[in-house]
């Protein structure tokens, strides 16, 4: 047990002695290639301190040379930016002036709740005041609003947004909990001169009772 303490706080200095050299940057941004390497750290790290039998000496190592990887790497991104956007991506714009990029969120393979759920997330309740939505390369959203925005609403909301299609598929449930039906829906989704819903992204029944729907592009 004693053994086992002593490499655990050994191995435990070396862990820490490595993100320090890494550097504050590199853990705020987290982006694909430091989340990698975080893991592999870890996991490296794990092994001699679970099993006496692995010389502590290969698990400091192993560190070293995770270290140093990625202090090579970070130095290559930071001089070509070739080498940057092939290791962390680029930045997606999932939201263009006003509109949801469908393209992009395939791409992304990011669906339409999950990034109305990151907005709410966010405070943006509803998505006409959004103007641009960025998917940043460390998984964040970063957003920028309509210049009409108002964070504090001028007057109380009638009721959550509710989603009523989304990407094509109708939330029956939703139409369920605002006592309507589909022949409802789709006299309204005629007046926008849609046939089909399969043909919507977004339909969503807003703050105050106010339709908001997007086609497919």
Known sequence: MIVVF????VLYIAVLISMRIMGKGEIAEMNCFDLV?????????????????IPMINGIAALTGLVAMQTIISF???KFRKVSIMLSGKPSILINKG????????????????????????GYFNIKYIQYAILETDGSLSVVPTSNYNSTPSRPFYHLPIPLILDGSVIKENLKQIDKDEAWL?????????K???????CVLDEYDKILIQKKK
């Open 186 to 194: 789709n006299s309204i989704l005629k007046s926008y001169e849609i």
């Open 99 to 122: 509109e949801i990029d469908y393209k992009e969120l395939k791409k992304e393979r990011v669906s339409i709740n999950e990034l109305l759920e990151q907005l709410r997330i966010q």
């Open 37 to 53: 390497i975080t893991l592999l750290i870890a996991e490296v790290a794990s092994l001699p301190m679970e099993n006496n039998d």
């Open 196 to 202: 089909k819903a399969k043909e919507v992204l977004l």
């Open 6 to 9: 002593l490499r655990s706080i």
């Open 76 to 78: 290559l991104s930071l």
